[in-house]
Nanobody
């Protein structure tokens, strides 16, 4: 059983930055895949960024070079650095981890971009 916890969300002005962190009860190195997803009000959950085996990465088209996903071994986290945020990025952001054929989700962290 793997427990997943997201942190780092908050209120930021357009053009600002936030860094989200995904922590797991097991070693982050044991995860074959870790992904960041988001869900805005009235919308379906969508992929933001994903890292596979700690090396390969995928990004949604709407990221457009603004976000970076990375693994931090010292903190045992996968982080999502978000820059140039816009109101369209407002959503609950979720971390998903894949290990031994099973998926695990965190509770989500709220990101609000507003002036």
């Amino acid at each position: 059983q793997v427990h997943v916890v997201e942190s780092g969300g908050g209120l930021v002005q357009p053009g600002g930055s936030l860094k989200l962190s995904c922590g797991t009860s097991d070693s982050i190195f044991s995860m074959s895949a870790v992904g960041w997803y988001r869900q805005a009000p009235g919308k379906e959950r969508e992929l933001v960024a994903r890292i596979l085996s700690g090396v390969s990465t995928n990004y949604a088209d709407f990221v457009k070079g603004r976000f970076t996903i990375s693994r931090d071994g010292a903190k045992n986290t996968v982080d999502l650095q978000m820059n140039s945020l816009s109101p369209e990025d407002t959503a609950v952001y979720y971390c998903n981890c894949f290990k031994a054929g099973r998926q695990y989700w965190g509770q989500g962290t709220q990101v609000t971009v507003s002036s």
